[in-house]
C-alpha cells in the first residue's frame, strides 16, 4: 500500500519558535495532500487541504497566517507552525491522496507529529 | 448538513469476546464509509470501506462491517477480539465534497 511518512515524529519548542514539520508520499504522487490536528482523545480536525503548485484551502477558524503551508511538489507538504504556543501543542497528522481518476481516490494517512510547545 | 456519528466513546469487551461498534450517518444519498483504527501515538490505519455493491464488506484484521441504508449504519463487528485490537476506532464518510468526515471516535479497551 501507499505509505505517507512525516518528519519530525515528536518535537518541543519554546514558545515564539516555528516549527516546520514535512509530510512526503514515499512511493506515489500525491496530487492533493491534508492537514488534521488532533486534540487527546478526540477526532481529527481537518485544518486545510493543499493542492500541488496551488495554495493551500483552510478551514473555518484556522488560521492561515499562523499555520503556513507549503506544497512545493507531489511527494512534499511542509506546515510550518509560526509563533508557536502552548495552546498550538496537539498531535498533527497529515494524509495524501492518490487520484486514480474514479470519483473517489483513496487518502493515506502518515503517523502523526506530537508537537509540544514549552 | 453531513455528518458522522459514533455513539459510543468508550466499550469494553474481554478478549475472546464478540465486538461491535456502532457509526451512523446522515447525508441525502449513500455516502463511501469507512473505519480507521488509531493506536496510541501513531497514525490511522485503513480498516475497510464500502462504496457499493454488497453491504457486507471484510476488512484486514478479522473485521467487518455492514452497511444498513434503512438505519444509515455502518456498524463495524470482530466475532472475537485480541488484546491487540485495544485502540481508537474511527468511522468516516465520504459525501462527496473532497473531505472526509470523521466521528468522534471509540476508544476499545480489552479486558483479559
Known amino acids: 500500500g501507499a505509505v505517507v511518512s512525516q518528519h519530525p515524529s515528536w518535537v518541543i519548542c519554546k514558545s515564539g519558535t516555528s516549527v516546520k514539520i514535512e509530510c512526503r508520499s514515499l512511493?506515489?504522487?500525491?496530487?492533493?495532500m491534508f492537514w488534521y490536528r488532533q486534540f487527546p482523545k478526540q477526532s481529527l480536525m481537518l485544518m486545510a487541504t493543499?493542492?500541488?503548485?496551488?495554495?493551500?484551502?483552510?478551514e473555518q477558524g484556522v488560521e492561515k497566517d499562523k499555520f503556513l503551508i507549503n506544497h512545493a511538489s507531489l511527494t512534499l507538504s511542509t506546515l510550518t507552525v509560526t509563533s508557536a504556543h502552548p495552546e498550538d501543542s496537539s498531535f498533527y497528522i497529515c494524509?495524501?491522496?492518490?487520484?486514480?481518476?474514479?470519483?473517489?481516490?483513496?487518502?493515506?494517512f502518515g503517523p502523526g507529529t506530537r508537537l509540544t510547545v514549552l | 448538513a453531513q455528518s458522522v456519528t459514533q455513539p459510543d466513546i468508550h466499550i469494553t469487551v474481554s478478549e475472546g469476546a464478540s465486538l461491535e461498534l456502532r457509526c451512523n450517518y446522515s447525508?441525502?444519498?449513500?455516502?463511501?464509509l469507512f473505519w480507521y483504527v488509531q493506536s496510541p501515538g501513531q497514525g490511522l490505519q485503513l480498516l475497510l470501506k464500502?462504496?457499493?455493491?454488497?453491504?457486507l464488506v471484510q476488512g484486514i484484521k478479522g473485521f467487518e462491517a455492514e452497511f444498513k441504508r434503512s438505519q444509515s449504519s455502518f456498524n463495524l463487528r470482530k466475532p472475537s477480539v485480541h488484546w491487540s485490537d485495544a485502540a481508537e476506532y474511527f468511522c468516516?464518510?465520504?459525501?462527496?465534497?473532497?473531505?472526509?468526515?470523521f466521528g468522534t471516535g471509540t476508544r476499545l479497551t480489552i479486558i483479559p
Open positions: 494524509s495524501a491522496r492518490v487520484r486514480t481518476g474514479g470519483s473517489y481516490n483513496e487518502q493515506f
Open positions: 512511493d506515489f504522487q500525491a496530487t492533493t
Open positions: 493543499s493542492n500541488e503548485g496551488s495554495k493551500a484551502t483552510y
Open positions: 447525508y441525502g444519498a449513500t455516502p463511501y
Open positions: 464500502y462504496f457499493s455493491g454488497d453491504t
Open positions: 468516516a464518510g465520504f459525501f462527496g465534497n473532497e473531505k472526509l468526515t
